[in-house]
C-alpha cells in the first residue's frame, strides 16, 4: 500500500506540472482604468468626419489604378497558396480569377451605391479562402488573405465595374476597396445621393444593433460608428433613413426608427462615461481577421472605439500609426521604450505600432503601463519551434502579456517588439 501511495503522489505531481499554463489576465473592467485618468475634451469636427465617411461618392479621380486590383496576383501563386482543403491553390483558380475581374471594364460603371448589410470586402471575387502554410503557427485558418476587410451596411461606395459573371462588384470605399456581392448593394440616383449626404446624420453608439423596417421586417444589424440621416424624433426614437432595393437595383428610402439610446444626434462627447461604453461593447468582440464573421482584427477595433467620438482613422494598422504625432521606438532597449511612453503617451489617445498589430495606450495602472488590443495569439518558442497560445478576443492587457508561459517568446513580445507610438490629438 505504501508503494502504490507513493506512486499515485508522484503521478499526481507529475500530472499538475505538465498542466499548462494560462497567462496571466489583468482586470477586464475599462472602469478601473479610466477612473483616475484625466483625458481632456476633444475638439472634433462631425463635417471633417462626414468629409471622409462620404468621400468615396466624391472622388474628384479615383485614387486606386488597374494595377492596383491585381495585387492577389503579385503576391499569391500555386506555389505558395491554399485552399479551404489546406491544399495547394491550382493554376487554374488564379487564371478564372483573373478572367473574372474584368480589368478592361474598370471604371466604366461609376455609380454611387449604399451597401445593404454588412460584407467581406473580398480581393478577388470569390468567397473562396486563400491561406499560406497551415502548417506554420500564425497562418491558416483565420487568416484568409482574400479578406481585404469587413464592411457595414448603409456604408458609402462607389461602384466602378461589375465581374465577368456580373455576379461580383468592385467597390471603392472611404478606407478600402474590393468585391462584394452584386446583390448586396443598391445604386442610388443624384437626388438620394444629395438627400443621403446633406441631412443631418447620426452616430450609431450601440454594436450589433437590429435595425427594423416600418412592418417589423428584419433589415440588418447597425455597428459602432455607422452614420444613419436623421429624419425626426420622438420621445424614445429617432426617425432615420434607411435603404433597401427596389426595382431594376434602385434604392429605396424607409423611414424607421432607432433607439435613442443605440443613435446618438452629433459626435459623442470624449468623456469617461462615454469611453468606457465603447470599450465595454469592443470587449465582446472575438478576434475576426480583415472583420471576418461579423468580429473585428487590431485595427478595425481602434476605428470603431475612435468612431462615435469623430475620430476618422484609416484601416491597417501600418497607416494608422501614422496619424498624428509620431514618436519612433526602434533602436531602443525595452527599459528605454517603456521610459518614452511614461513620458510621452497620452491615455486613450496614443496608438502603440509593432509590424501588423496597433493598438491603444489606456495609461498606467499599479505602475503598470495597460493597454486595450484585439490580438490573436501570444508567439511562443519551443526548441526553435514557433507556436502560438490563442487568445482570439479584444482585452485590457501588459505590454508584456503571456510572460509567465513557459514557452514564452521575449523577442516576439509587444514590448519588445514596438517600432512606434502616434498621439492622435
Same mark, same amino acid.
Given at each position: 500500500?505504501?508503494?502504490?501511495?507513493?506512486?499515485?503522489?508522484?503521478?499526481?505531481? /507529475?500530472? $499538475?506540472?505538465?498542466?499548462?499554463?494560462?497567462?496571466?489576465?489583468?482586470?477586464?473592467?475599462?472602469?478601473?482604468?479610466?477612473?483616475?485618468?484625466?483625458?481632456?475634451?476633444?475638439?472634433?469636427?462631425?463635417?471633417?468626419?462626414?468629409?471622409?465617411?462620404?468621400?468615396?461618392?466624391?472622388?474628384?479621380? !479615383?485614387?486606386?489604378?488597374?494595377?492596383?486590383?491585381?495585387?492577389?496576383?503579385? @503576391?499569391?501563386?500555386?506555389? =505558395? /497558396?491554399?485552399?479551404?482543403?489546406?491544399?495547394? +491553390?491550382?493554376?487554374?483558380?488564379?487564371?478564372?480569377?483573373?478572367?473574372? *475581374?474584368?480589368?478592361?471594364?474598370?471604371?466604366?460603371?461609376?455609380?454611387?451605391?449604399?451597401?445593404?448589410?454588412?460584407?467581406?470586402?473580398?480581393?478577388?471575387?470569390?468567397?473562396?479562402?486563400?491561406?499560406?502554410?497551415?502548417?506554420?503557427?500564425?497562418?491558416?485558418?483565420?487568416?484568409?488573405? !482574400?479578406?481585404? @476587410?469587413?464592411?457595414?451596411? =448603409?456604408?458609402?461606395?462607389?461602384?466602378?465595374?461589375?465581374?465577368?459573371?456580373?455576379?461580383?462588384?468592385? *467597390?471603392? /470605399?472611404?478606407?478600402?476597396?474590393?468585391?462584394?456581392?452584386?446583390?448586396?448593394?443598391?445604386?442610388?440616383?443624384?437626388?438620394?445621393?444629395? #438627400?443621403?449626404?446633406?441631412?443631418? %446624420?447620426?452616430? @450609431?453608439?450601440?454594436?450589433?444593433?437590429?435595425?427594423?423596417?416600418?412592418?417589423?421586417?428584419?433589415?440588418?444589424?447597425? +455597428?459602432?460608428?455607422?452614420?444613419?440621416?436623421?429624419?425626426?424624433?420622438?420621445?424614445? @426614437?429617432?426617425?432615420?433613413?434607411?435603404?433597401?432595393?427596389?426595382?431594376?437595383?434602385?434604392?429605396?428610402?424607409?423611414?424607421?426608427?432607432?433607439?435613442?439610446?443605440?443613435?446618438?444626434?452629433?459626435? !459623442? &462627447?470624449?468623456?469617461?462615461?462615454?469611453?468606457?461604453?465603447?470599450?465595454?461593447?469592443?470587449?465582446?468582440?472575438?478576434?475576426?481577421?480583415?472583420?471576418?464573421?461579423?468580429?473585428?482584427? $487590431?485595427?478595425?477595433?481602434?476605428?470603431?472605439?475612435?468612431?462615435?467620438?469623430?475620430?476618422?482613422?484609416?484601416?491597417? /494598422?501600418?497607416?494608422?500609426?501614422?496619424?498624428?504625432?509620431?514618436?519612433?521606438?526602434?533602436?531602443?532597449?525595452?527599459?528605454?521604450?517603456?521610459?518614452?511612453?511614461? #513620458?510621452?503617451?497620452?491615455?486613450?489617445?496614443?496608438?502603440?505600432?509593432?509590424?501588423? %498589430?496597433?493598438? !491603444?495606450?489606456?495609461?498606467? %495602472?499599479?505602475?503598470?503601463?495597460?493597454?486595450?488590443?484585439?490580438?490573436?495569439?501570444?508567439?511562443?518558442?519551443?526548441?526553435?519551434?514557433?507556436?502560438?497560445?490563442?487568445?482570439?478576443? &479584444?482585452?485590457?492587457?501588459?505590454?508584456?502579456?503571456?510572460?509567465?508561459?513557459?514557452?514564452?517568446?521575449?523577442?516576439?513580445?509587444?514590448?519588445?517588439?514596438?517600432?512606434?507610438?502616434?498621439?492622435?490629438?
Amino acid at each position: 500500500m505504501k508503494i502504490v501511495f507513493f506512486v499515485g503522489i508522484v503521478l499526481f505531481l /507529475s500530472a $499538475c506540472s505538465t498542466q499548462p499554463k494560462k497567462p496571466v489576465w489583468i482586470a477586464q473592467n475599462p472602469e478601473i482604468y479610466s477612473h483616475y485618468i484625466d483625458a481632456p475634451p476633444l475638439s472634433i469636427s462631425q463635417e471633417q468626419y462626414e468629409k471622409q465617411y462620404f468621400s468615396a461618392w466624391n472622388l474628384q479621380t !479615383l485614387a486606386q489604378e488597374k494595377r492596383d486590383i491585381l495585387w492577389p496576383f503579385r @503576391s499569391y501563386n500555386p506555389n =505558395n /497558396s491554399y485552399g479551404e482543403n489546406l491544399q495547394k +491553390r491550382e493554376q487554374s483558380f488564379f487564371d478564372a480569377m483573373r478572367k473574372n *475581374i474584368n480589368l478592361q471594364e474598370y471604371a466604366t460603371y461609376n455609380k454611387k451605391a449604399l451597401t445593404l448589410r454588412s460584407l467581406n470586402l473580398r480581393a478577388l471575387p470569390s468567397e473562396k479562402p486563400l491561406f499560406l502554410d497551415p502548417k506554420r503557427a500564425g497562418e491558416g485558418f483565420p487568416f484568409d488573405y !482574400l479578406q481585404n @476587410s469587413s464592411i457595414a451596411a =448603409n456604408k458609402p461606395v462607389l461602384i466602378t465595374h461589375y465581374s465577368k459573371d456580373r455576379e461580383w462588384v468592385h *467597390i471603392i /470605399s472611404s478606407f478600402t476597396y474590393g468585391w462584394v456581392k452584386s446583390n448586396d448593394v443598391v445604386i442610388l440616383n443624384n437626388a438620394q445621393v444629395q #438627400e443621403w449626404q446633406q441631412r443631418e %446624420h447620426l452616430f @450609431s453608439i450601440k454594436d450589433q444593433t437590429s435595425i427594423y423596417s416600418p412592418q417589423g421586417f428584419f433589415l440588418y444589424k447597425a +455597428r459602432l460608428g455607422m452614420l444613419l440621416p436623421f429624419v425626426g424624433e420622438e420621445s424614445h @426614437s429617432y426617425i432615420v433613413l434607411v435603404a433597401k432595393k427596389g426595382k431594376d437595383n434602385q434604392a429605396v428610402f424607409l423611414n424607421v426608427k432607432v433607439s435613442k439610446e443605440h443613435f446618438h444626434k452629433g459626435v !459623442l &462627447a470624449f468623456n469617461q462615461k462615454n469611453r468606457d461604453t465603447i470599450l465595454t461593447q469592443l470587449e465582446q468582440s472575438k478576434y475576426g481577421w480583415g472583420g471576418m464573421f461579423h468580429q473585428r482584427d $487590431c485595427s478595425s477595433t481602434m476605428r470603431d472605439f475612435f468612431a462615435p467620438f469623430g475620430v476618422w482613422l484609416p484601416r491597417n /494598422s501600418s497607416q494608422q500609426s501614422k496619424v498624428g504625432r509620431v514618436i519612433s521606438l526602434q533602436g531602443l532597449s525595452d527599459r528605454e521604450k517603456l521610459d518614452v511612453i511614461r #513620458e510621452k503617451a497620452v491615455a486613450y489617445r496614443t496608438l502603440l505600432y509593432k509590424k501588423g %498589430h496597433i493598438v !491603444l495606450y489606456v495609461g498606467i %495602472h499599479n505602475n503598470t503601463i495597460i493597454v486595450f488590443q484585439n490580438m490573436w495569439g501570444i508567439k511562443t518558442k519551443k526548441s526553435g519551434k514557433e507556436g502560438r497560445y490563442i487568445v482570439g478576443k &479584444a482585452l485590457f492587457s501588459t505590454l508584456e502579456f503571456g510572460k509567465n508561459l513557459e514557452n514564452y517568446d521575449e523577442n516576439s513580445s509587444l514590448l519588445h517588439t514596438l517600432e512606434s507610438i502616434n498621439i492622435l490629438f
